[in-house]
């Protein structure tokens, strides 16, 4: 079990330094430019631009690639695709939440810790097509699934305690 949890840390680790890292790369040009979508509200909203996307997505390579270094280069192609599967499956998950009303940063659970996972199972995925890559079994994603939840409250509960937080969820 505890091999099992380490390789899903593992596996998934350039989608998490991914998908925590775009607030270090927050930039100023949206990636909707503003736009507006059929329901009058931003298609995508002011928290996602193009410099936290591609920031975040580099770092997620660099990642793969000092994973590389302790396996195989596959693993370094597998990072590219988790990387850009996360920021993609981020976007959508905003895209998502502007469509149920929701602005920029309001709580969506679920949809807020998920959104960059399944981007990126699905990127992994779709990769396999096209190249010889590893998908993890079902066990890993339902794994990495309820690992993610569980960090969220753990470190949102930690900002709370340090006065970060003005709510411990
Ligand atoms: N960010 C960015 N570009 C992205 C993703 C994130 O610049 N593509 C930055 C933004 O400053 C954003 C912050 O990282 O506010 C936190 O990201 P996230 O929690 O995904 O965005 P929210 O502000 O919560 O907005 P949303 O409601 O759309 O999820
Ligand atoms: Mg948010």
Redesign the pocket.
Known sequence: MIGLLLYAIWYILPAYVTNSS??L???KSP?DSGAKFLDGKRI??P???W???VG?VLLGCLVGAAQAFFSTSETFVLAIFLAVGA?VG??I??FV??RLG?????A?PFL?QWDFLFGAFIFNGLGTIFLDLNFPSLLIILLILVLTTFLHLLTNWIAYELNLKSNPW
């Open positions: 775009a607030v790369f927050a930039g990636m995508l909203g928290g996602k631009t410099k936290g996307f975040a920021m981020d976007a998950g905003s939440k502007r929701l602005e920029r940063g309001e969506a807020d």
